[in-house]
């Protein structure tokens, strides 16, 4: 069984920064392409950034320039650095990340429970 585990959303002002981190689990393998995807009330979820497992990044328009995909391996951990936070920043944050089954070595695509980021003064 593997788990994504969140952590690090919040309330920030605009402007401010917050880091997300989210941490793999369980029976892992290997860990493919890692992304964070946003949804926001009454929208559909977006993907915020993504980064492959030998650290190319893609980032959404929307967020280039101010947030920053990293990972470590090692630490099976994904993170999210957002700087010059905007109030449409403000959504429930996932991260998603396609997982090799140590044991039966079948791939699956396992979702965070989410994180709250609200950037409001």
């Known amino acids: 069984q593997v788990q994504l585990v969140e952590s690090g959303g919040g309330l920030v002002q605009p402007g401010g920064s917050l880091r997300l981190s989210c941490t793999a689990s369980g029976n892992t393998l290997s860990i493919g392409d890692m992304g964070w995807y946003r949804q926001a009330p009454g929208k559909g979820r977006e993907l915020v950034a993504l980064?492959?497992?030998?650290?190319?990044?893609n980032y959404a328009d929307s967020v280039k320039g101010r947030f920053t995909i990293s990972r470590d391996n090692a630490k099976n951990t994904v993170y999210l650095q957002m700087n010059s936070l905007k109030p449409e920043d403000t959504a429930v944050y996932y991260c998603?990340?396609?997982?090799?089954?140590?044991?039966?070595?079948?791939?699956?695509?396992?979702w965070g429970q989410g994180t709250q980021v609200t950037v409001s003064s």
């Open positions: 998603n990340a396609p997982v090799r089954d140590y044991w039966n070595r079948r791939l699956y695509d396992y």
């Open positions: 980064i492959t497992s030998g650290g190319s990044t």
